[in-house]
């Protein structure tokens, strides 16, 4: 079974400042993808940024980076310049080998920011 | 863009109601999930379909049908609605092909069971 833990229920961040987000994850898939996913309070699921277990770099989107380290099994989101509509709730995912028949996304329990200006 | 409708933002419905929830997407994608948040336990899922009228059991389908009669559509059903099914319900599809792909969700439906 797969298993994504997010250990921080809440952060918070002064405006312009970076703020990383904890993953980490459990699984015995020799492949798999993470992703991470933005949840304004509006709802809507909003998809960042995506890290293969293969890819040699880490996964950049804008302000948006992926910090991934396979053999601890973490991937952390980092984000630079925090912008006050950056306030959210932010999910780690992931998708095993397994999972490529469901294609379903395993999520974490998320991690509430909130930017202070 | 892709777009996945969720029929209603906001329901209230009573124990014991039968309950639906729909779900359509624009973008002829074969997946489709139902997922359900709750707040401390992330988005779990509750079912899912790659094909129509072919559906599977998620890790959470106690309490829970569903229907796939149009590629388009899925359907959450809660036969006898209970109170711990106050929830908000996600839908989200991807299209079959490529596995790095990300799931692409509505805006959610917000359920209280009185």
């Known amino acids: 079974a797969q298993k994504i833990t997010q250990t921080q229920p809440g952060m918070f961040v002064q405006e312009k400042e970076a703020v990383t987000l904890d993953c980490t994850y459990d699984?015995?898939?020799?492949?798999?993808?993470l992703f991470w996913y933005k949840q304004p309070s509006s709802g809507e699921m909003i998809f960042l940024i995506y890290?293969?277990?293969?890819?040699?770099q880490n996964a950049t989107e804008g302000r948006y980076s992926l910090n991934f380290q396979k053999a601890r099994k973490s991937a952390n989101l980092v984000i630079s310049a925090s912008q006050l509509g950056d306030s959210a709730m932010y999910f780690c995912?992931?998708?095993?080998?397994?999972?490529?028949?469901?294609?379903?996304?395993?999520f974490g329990s998320g991690t509430r920011l909130q930017v202070q200006p | 863009d892709v777009k996945v409708t969720q029929s209603s933002r906001y329901l209230v419905k009573r124990t014991g109601e039968k309950v639906f929830l729909e779900c359509v997407q624009d973008?002829?994608?074969?997946?489709m999930f139902w997922y359900r948040q709750d707040p401390g336990l992330g988005l779990r899922l509750i079912y899912f379909?790659?094909?129509?009228?072919?559906?599977e059991k998620g890790d959470i389908p106690e309490g829970y049908s569903v229907s796939r009669e149009k590629k388009e559509r899925f359907s959450l059903i809660l036969e006898s609605a209970s109170t711990n099914q106050t929830s908000m319900y996600l839908c989200a599809s991807i299209e079959g092909r490529h596995n790095t792909g990300e799931l692409f969700f509505g805006e959610g439906s917000r359920l209280t069971v009185l």
């Open positions: 995912a992931m998708r095993g080998t397994l999972d490529t028949g469901r294609r379903a996304l395993t």
């Open positions: 699984t015995s898939d020799p492949s798999y993808g």
């Open positions: 973008m002829d994608h074969e997946n």
């Open positions: 379909s790659y094909d129509v009228k072919m559906k």
């Open positions: 890290q293969g277990s293969y890819d040699q």
